[in-house]
């Protein structure tokens, strides 16, 4: 009941997955809560990576102690986005989390139950790979859930992974809202050849196998990576900036701006 | 003071607390059923049937990492193919990746079925002296998801590590998904009495997977596990159109080596990114017979060479010193 009473509050819930490590879930999550926030979106980014949290680390939130008020957790703000990660919890940042899975079902649960993000348009929830207690925990105890966004690479090895994240969430009856193919591609700086070093193709393969919408490639971008910068939906000039504009603009409309 | 048994997790009751096996932190200890039972028998039999069963097995390596898509898969099917290119060799590969399931793909295997005899399950042979055992052989297709909680999972890792019949090989390579959860804790305690050789260490280059590779060493020193040492993979990328070298996964914090420097273990090497490996693991493929002089080639050899040495160094080690205390 207090999971529901909180989630009341949330309009839209989407999470981002994807059944392989190492695509950019949270690379696009954050990059996704971010423009969305910039549009003006009341939005919330909750890192359920219990064992690698990253989100802190590419949002520059250094260490911090975490507030709790007479509402619950205060969730950390980075401009006017709302944030919560395990990571914030930590006594050091190199702490490892070393939990069997029934004691992350439980603290997922904590995180649901306490934290109060208030009214948002959206939360975003960043998983981590795979398709166990984390993934279950998240889709089976959040009401009214709009939404996945699975994030892959070109590599066949990913897809693999990918479709078994995308009949988890048929066998949950989620809908996946739409596919996003993360590096795709490089565009060597010197000579300009665009060089596919994480192979290609793979995207479109599971959005025609699974039909399911490619909302769109994202190219590598090491401009934006040189600089430490994770947002690469603030370098606008850069191909992948206004690539991934192009995906949250398509994430709105299917999921904010459709009609209650 | 209670009895907290070695594997028991963070705020064990104790063995011989009321709350023994019943309190919230009891859930997923390997010894909870003992425990909430009324007659304590002591630790998971398994563990010593596991020890039987891998007495055979000399060498055992298990590659790790903190960070997801660095590369362990792709590393360990790799460091297989270069252990058993020494065909006076066994070799075998275990893939405790319940969820993603790697390794059959990569190791050219998909469809494969795995069969049960007297002696156990029989692993599946990628070459004559390489042989393999992972979830992914037993589901209907490479699509088909494993949704399981953590206990199910245990329980199959319990499985392979007990029922797979290798024979007598020399090096076992488990490869593992990333975290420090059920999958990491079973499998170093199902093999805490094996005599485990080692962990490798995979990481790429930039902070965010250091972040979550400095986690994964932590763990390793909590459960005494041994480090081998730390890889760093896809560092820097080499057109093959005008041969200028770019990073794409800056080390703006040192990389791999400043890491395995700070924390006091042993840099092994740097994996260069070459295209030509991800096709390889999509196509099933041996990158050392497709592609048999590259950068990545002799750096993939150079690291190999490198566990070698330390297993062996580490035998002889315990040789002498089995023989100290026989005297």
């Known amino acids: 009941m207090e999971i529901v009473k909180r989630m009341s509050k949330i309009k839209h819930k989407i999470a981002v997955m994807s059944g392989k490590g190492g695509v950019g879930k949270s690379t696009i999550a954050v990059n996704l809560a971010v423009a969305l926030s910039k549009k003006g979106y009341r939005t919330g980014i909750l890192d359920i990576d219990i064992h690698g949290p990253n989100v802190p680390r590419m949002l520059k939130i250094g260490k911090k102690d975490l507030i709790i008020s007479a509402e619950g957790i205060v969730p950390v703000k980075v401009g006017n986005l709302k944030v919560i990660s395990v990571q914030l919890l930590l006594p050091e940042e190199n702490s490892p989390i070393i939990w069997r899975g029934p004691r992350k079902t439980a603290a997922i649960r904590q995180f649901l139950v306490d934290v109060s993000w208030g009214d948002l348009d959206i939360l975003v929830i960043d998983c981590p790979p795979g398709t166990g207690d984390e993934h279950l925990t998240i889709l089976q105890s959040i009401p009214f859930f709009d939404g996945i966004i699975m994030v892959t690479t070109p590599h066949e090895v990913s897809l693999d992974d990918v479709e078994k994240s995308i009949n988890m969430a048929k066998h949950l009856k989620i809908k996946v809202l739409g596919i996003v193919e993360n590096m795709s591609g490089f565009v060597c700086p010197e000579c300009k050849t665009e060089i596919p070093i994480f192979g290609s193709g793979g995207g479109n393969k599971i959005a025609s196998k699974t039909n399911i919408p490619l909302l769109g490639n994202v190219p590598i971008d090491i401009a934006s990576k040189e600089l430490e910068d994770v947002l690469l939906i603030e370098n606008g000039e850069s191909e992948t900036s206004k690539r991934l504009l192009k995906i949250v603009n398509k994430i709105e409309n299917i999921v904010l701006k459709r009609e209650e | 003071m209670a009895d907290i048994p070695k594997d028991a997790p963070e705020h064990c009751p104790g063995t011989d607390s009321g709350s023994a096996g019943k309190a919230s932190a009891c859930q997923g200890c390997p010894n909870q059923t003992i425990c909430s039972s009324a007659k304590p028998q002591g630790p998971d039999p398994a563990i010593g049937e596991i020890k039987n069963r891998l007495a055979s097995v000399k060498h055992k390596i298990i590659v790790l990492s903190g960070k997801g898509g660095v590369g362990k898969s792709t590393f360990t099917a790799h460091l297989a193919h270069g252990l058993a290119a020494d065909e006076s060799k066994q070799i075998g590969v275990l893939d405790v990746d319940i969820c993603g399931p790697s390794i059959p793909r990569i190791l050219g295997l998909e469809g494969e079925q795995v069969h049960q005899s007297s002696s156990g399950w ?72 094996t005599n485990v050789d080692g962990a490798v260490l995979l990481t790429t280059p930039q902070e965010v997977a250091l972040q979550d590779v400095r986690k994964e060493i932590t763990f390793c020193r909590k459960v005494n596990l041994p480090i081998i040492g730390v890889v760093e993979n896809m560092s820097g990328f ?24 700070d924390s006091n273990i042993p840099f092994l090497g740097k994996l260069p990114l070459d295209p030509r490996i991800g096709k390889c693991c999509d196509e099933g493929k041996n990158y050392f017979e497709e592609v048999q002089e590259s950068p990545a080639t002799l750096a993939f050899k150079s690291i190999i060479d490198k566990i070698k040495d330390y297993c062996m160094k580490r035998r002889e080690q315990i040789e002498t010193d089995t023989g100290e205390e026989n005297r």
Not at chain 2, 154 to 166: E, P, S, T
Not at chain 2, 238 to 256: A, H, L, Q
């Open chain 2, 122 to 193: 029989s692993p599946v042979y990628v070459t004559d002296n390489l042989a393999v055992m992972s979830v992914g052989f037993l589901l209907s297709g490479p699509d088909d998801a494993v949704i399981w909680r953590g206990p199910k999972k245990n329980g199959m890792i319990k499985q392979f590590l007990r029922d797979v019949d290798w024979g007598e090989i020399d090096y076992l390579v488990i490869d593992t998904p990333p975290g420090t959860s059920d999958e990491h804790i079973s499998t170093t305690q199902y093999l805490s009495q």
């Open chain 2, 238 to 261: 080499v057109c093959p159109k005008c041969t200028t070298e770019s990073v794409i996964f800056p080390p703006t914090t040192g990389g791999g080596e400043k890491m395995a420097a």
